[in-house]
């Protein structure tokens, strides 16, 4: 029983030490980015997110964890225990949708940087040539060309968020 209460102890002092450093952690990386007007940028926004996605992912199951540790038992409701999985399951399919979105907008950056700004720019346009916002962004003008490129976009965002 020494060594069962000797562990728990240990549990309960390296699960708030976990927890604050995730959370000292990422409330930097969100402070930081939401105070900086030069981090206002795509690559920053994502990063935001999979911070918040990362607090939530760990506050499902740290402080129940804590909780059992301080008060000498294992038992979670059946309710308790069905949020945290669903919680738990769609913050990571969040981070894994959002990391696959960061990955595909790095390549796109990196690889097809030319290519890609050539075949945007020789687009048709049939909906005007002024871009209605004060910074000139790809998806801006696909809305104004005539292909179907913006739909095809619109409808690739929508699979994605809505096959989670």
């Given at each position: 029983m020494c060594d069962t209460k000797e562990l728990q102890l240990l549990r309960f002092c390296l699960f708030p030490g976990i927890f604050l450093a995730a959370l000292l952690g990422n409330g930097l990386i969100i402070t930081t980015i939401a105070w900086d007007q030069h981090l206002h940028t795509p690559m920053y926004f994502f990063l935001l997110n999979l911070s918040l996605l990362d607090l939530g992912c760990i506050s499902t199951s740290l402080p129940k964890s804590m909780a059992n540790a301080l008060w000498e038992t294992r038992a979670i409701s059946y309710t308790g225990c069905a949020t945290q999985v669903f919680l738990f399951i769609f913050a990571i399919s969040m981070e894994y949708c959002l990391l696959t979105i960061m990955s595909y907008d790095r390549y796109i950056a990196i690889?097809?940087?030319?290519?890609?700004?050539?075949?945007?720019?020789?687009?048709?346009?049939?909906?005007?040539?002024?871009?209605?916002?004060?910074?000139?962004?790809?998806?801006?003008?696909?809305?104004?060309?005539?292909?179907?490129?913006?739909?095809?976009e619109v409808r690739l965002l929508a699979f994605i968020v809505f096959s989670f």
């Open positions: 690889c097809n940087t030319l290519l890609h700004a050539a075949n945007t720019f020789s687009l048709p346009l049939c909906k005007g040539n002024a871009v209605d916002q004060f910074f000139c962004e790809i998806p801006q003008i696909l809305k104004l060309s005539c292909s179907y490129f913006y739909l095809m």
